[in-house]
């Protein structure tokens, strides 16, 4: 039988789901957004000391504040974010991290549609093309 410590020390390295992560608001630059997801927390957009004003306004749509919009990861260049739930209603933003202005969004409707255009000017209805647009390889 295992002991109690061991048991403790396997939650402890359980990632926590996506969408019961706690929020992060301790200021952060781009350049110290991590490349890949946090699987213990979320990054708050208002956290972000550069965010531009899209990005904090992402979730108005849904009703979702700047607090409890997340840094996902980054694709590439790209830094991603998203206000909503995983599985949607939810919008992302994906932001050029050399050129903070550049920026294309993707939507995942209530009725489990999907949308957005990708940095080539392609629409995408699935959310993995529009990751590979942003990675250049459509």
């Known amino acids: 039988m295992p002991s109690l410590s061991s048991l403790v020390y396997v939650d402890a390295m359980r990632a926590i789901k996506v969408d019961d992560r706690p929020f ?8 110290d957004l991590p490349a890949t997801p946090t699987r213990d927390r979320n990054i708050a957009a208002s956290a972000w ?16 504040t700047a607090e ?7 694709i590439g260049e790209w830094l ?7 599985r ?9 991290s050399r050129d903070l202005t550049q920026m294309h969004t993707f939507t995942l409707e209530a009725d489990g549609s999907h949308h957005g255009i ?5 629409a995408h209805d699935r959310f993995r093309s529009f990751k590979e647009d942003l990675l250049g390889r459509t």
Do not use: C, H, N, Q
């Open 24 to 31: 992060d608001f301790t200021p952060i630059e781009t350049s």
């Open 49 to 64: 000391v550069e965010a531009p004003a899209e990005l904090l306004a992402l979730g108005e749509p849904l009703g979702i």
């Open 68 to 74: 409890a919009t997340a840094f996902k990861r980054r």
């Open 80 to 86: 991603l974010w998203r206000a909503g739930p995983a």
């Open 88 to 96: 949607g209603p939810a919008r992302y933003l994906a932001i050029d």
């Open 118 to 122: 990708g940095p080539t000017g392609v």
